[in-house]
Nanobody, 123 residues
Framework: QVQLVESGGGQVQAGGSLRLSCVAS???????MGWFRQAPGKEREFVAA????????LYGDSVKGRFTISRDNTKNTVDLQMNSLKPEDTAVYYC?????????????????WGQGTQVTVSS
């Protein structure tokens, strides 16, 4: 079983920055890890993903150029640096890991999920 714990959420004004972190534990080999978000009344949206071994990343169109995903294989962590935040970035952000395949935009390809961390961006 894999456990994912997110941290770093909070409230920030538009134009500001936040850094989310996700720590993975448990007996599993991670092929990829990703971040998704869900705002009230909306579907879960892909944010970013990174392969665990091969240096490959994916970003959602709405965050390209503003967010950066990174991983530390020695610590089993994946971070999401969020810059130039906008009110529409407000959501609960979830960390996810895949034991089956590489980085993907599809949530159904991820096997484990964290509890989520709230990010609120005020205008």
């Amino acid at each position: 079983q894999v456990q994912l714990v997110e941290s770093g959420g909070g409230q920030v004004q538009a134009g500001g920055s936040l850094r989310l972190s996700c720590v993975a534990s448990g007996r599993a080999f991670y092929h990829a890890m990703g971040w998704f978000r869900q705002a009230p009344g909306k579907e879960r949206e892909f944010v970013a993903a990174v392969n665990w071994v091969i240096d490959f990343t994916l970003y959602g169109d709405s965050v390209k150029g503003r967010f950066t995903i990174s991983r530390d294989n020695t610590k089993n962590t994946v971070d999401l640096q969020m810059n130039s935040l906008k009110p529409e970035d407000t959501a609960v952000y979830y960390c996810a890991s895949s034991a089956r395949g590489g980085a993907s935009v599809r949530p159904e390809t991820y096997d484990y999920w964290g509890q989520g961390t709230q990010v609120t961006v005020s205008s």
